[in-house]
């Protein structure tokens, strides 16, 4: 567990609350707590101590909350706390990204888009995140002749793509059985490789309908048309890119959970959201993202998919009844909403979390 700094810190406690009041008896966690980001700088003098990457491979699974805040922005850019992160997930290999984008019934009048758009909406973006524009070598910046430019370069092999495509029709297996494959191919050979390796791999796995989409038209297509997706996969800057497009279909970034998995399934999971200094400490954060990161932690790497079902089911319920935090609360009065903290939210999930509220 790595509460981080700001509204990680102040929401984790919560989660911790919750997951403890699971009633499923095959639930037996053990945490151990740790330091990254900001708190990791100010206590260790690095965003990621040995101590803590050290701790996460022993562990089965990661519990993360957000990292960074404007005390560090004055740090070099590769001494801030985001640093912390990207040094987990490299130090764990957890190169497949999962992003559900999923509408609770009562918060679909939130969306952007028009209710019958977004209405049981259930998308899993499935992101390479350890390869692709943001790692790959060489990259810098100088000057030519008084001429400044900058570079960055994207490379995939085929073992990368391999391994997340394999990842994303698996899991397309589970839900059904659609996977759309986004690249570029028209333009970069990068994803023209990309699309030929994906095909290479579907070759076992016919159960699964396999598509492509270029990325400009899956960015216009989520917009207007998202239900027509079930899994997509892609590349690192593209599933950046597509993720927060399809996070904001929800109405909320405050409701979202994510996990990134290595070969192993060992997963860091965390909320979509960041750290919000500026709410930090006044008890009013949702902790809904994070108590749902809690959850996909339980389906994918704790092997306790029963559980996973029961937290999201109350919080379901929770959000059926009214309850709303200032960020998902409607802006016009309404007098059907609660408008409450995050304690209070998550007391909220713990009481439809009792065997009463219980659906089984």
């Given at each position: 567990?790595?509460?981080?700094?700001?509204?990680?810190?102040?929401v984790?406690?919560?989660?911790?609350r919750?997951?403890?009041?699971?009633?499923?008896?095959?639930?037996?966690?053990?945490?151990?707590?740790?330091?990254?980001?900001?708190?990791?700088?100010?206590?260790?003098g690095?965003p990621?101590?040995?101590?803590?990457?050290?701790?996460a491979?022993?562990s089965?699974?990661?519990?993360?909350?957000?990292?960074?805040g404007?005390?560090?922005?004055?740090?070099?850019?590769?001494?801030?706390p985001?640093?912390?992160?990207?040094?987990?997930?490299?130090?764990?290999?957890?190169?497949?990204?999962?992003?559900?984008a999923?509408?609770?019934?009562?918060?679909?009048?939130a969306?952007?888009?028009?209710?019958?758009?977004?209405?049981?909406?259930?998308?899993?973006?499935?992101r390479?995140?350890?390869?692709?524009?943001?790692?790959?070598?060489?990259r810098?910046?100088?000057?030519?002749?008084?001429?400044?430019?900058?570079?960055?370069?994207?490379?995939?092999?085929?073992?990368?793509?391999?391994?997340?495509?394999?990842?994303?029709?698996?899991?397309?297996?589970?839900?059904?059985?659609r996977v759309c494959?986004v690249?570029?191919a028209n333009v970069?050979?990068?994803?023209?490789?990309?699309?030929?390796?994906?095909?290479?791999?579907?070759?076992?796995?016919?159960?699964?309908?396999?598509?492509?989409?270029?990325?400009?038209?899956?960015?216009?297509?989520?917009?207007?048309q998202?239900?027509?997706?079930?899994?997509?996969?892609?590349?690192?800057?593209?599933g950046?890119?597509?993720?927060?497009?399809?996070?904001?279909?929800?109405?909320?970034?405050?409701?979202?959970?994510?996990?990134?998995?290595?070969?192993?399934?060992?997963?860091i999971?965390?909320?979509?959201?960041?750290?919000?200094p500026?709410?930090?400490?006044?008890?009013?954060?949702?902790?809904l993202?994070?108590?749902?990161?809690?959850?996909?932690?339980?389906?994918?790497?704790?092997?306790?998919?029963?559980?996973?079902?029961?937290?999201?089911?109350?919080?379901?319920?929770?959000?059926?009844?009214?309850f709303?935090?200032q960020?998902?609360?409607?802006?016009?009065s309404?007098?059907?909403?609660?408008?409450?903290g995050?304690?209070?939210?998550a007391?909220?999930?713990?009481?439809?979390?009792r065997?009463?509220?219980?659906?089984?």
């Amino acid at each position: 567990m790595l509460p981080g700094d700001g509204i990680g810190a102040e929401v984790m406690p919560h989660v911790l609350r919750v997951l403890e009041a699971t009633h499923v008896d095959k639930l037996d966690i053990e945490f151990n707590e740790g330091d990254i980001g900001g708190v990791a700088i100010d206590r260790h003098g690095v965003p990621l101590p040995e101590v803590t990457l050290d701790e996460a491979r022993a562990s089965d699974a990661v519990l993360l909350g957000s990292v960074g805040g404007p005390t560090w922005d004055h740090l070099p850019m590769d001494q801030r706390p985001e640093k912390g992160l990207l040094g987990l997930r490299h130090g764990l290999d957890c190169f497949a990204n999962l992003r559900p984008a999923t509408t609770f019934p009562a918060l679909v009048h939130a969306s952007s888009l028009k209710q019958e758009l977004v209405e049981n909406l259930d998308i899993l973006i499935v992101r390479e995140l350890t390869g692709g524009i943001y790692f790959g070598e060489p990259r810098g910046e100088e000057t030519i002749d008084g001429v400044r430019r900058a570079f960055n370069t994207d490379v995939y092999d085929e073992t990368e793509v391999r391994r997340i495509a394999k990842v994303a029709f698996d899991l397309a297996r589970t839900r059904q059985g659609r996977v759309c494959s986004v690249d570029k191919a028209n333009v970069l050979e990068v994803t023209a490789l990309w699309r030929n390796i994906v095909e290479e791999v579907h070759a076992d796995f016919r159960d699964v309908e396999l598509s492509h989409m270029y990325v400009d038209n899956a960015g216009m297509q989520l917009v207007r048309q998202p239900r027509q997706f079930d899994v997509i996969v892609t590349g690192n800057m593209f599933g950046d890119i597509l993720s927060d497009v399809a996070a904001m279909l929800t109405g909320s970034l405050g409701m979202l959970p994510s996990g990134s998995l290595n070969a192993d399934s060992v997963g860091i999971y965390e909320p979509v959201h960041g750290s919000a200094p500026d709410i930090a400490g006044s008890g009013v954060a949702n902790p809904l993202a994070t108590i749902l990161s809690g959850a996909m932690m339980c389906r994918y790497s704790l092997g306790a998919p029963e559980v996973a079902a029961q937290i999201e089911r109350a919080v379901g319920r929770a959000l059926s009844q009214g309850f709303r935090t200032q960020d998902i609360a409607p802006r016009s009065s309404h007098r059907e909403v609660r408008l409450v903290g995050t304690e209070s939210m998550a007391n909220a999930v713990i009481t439809a979390m009792r065997p009463a509220y219980d659906l089984w």
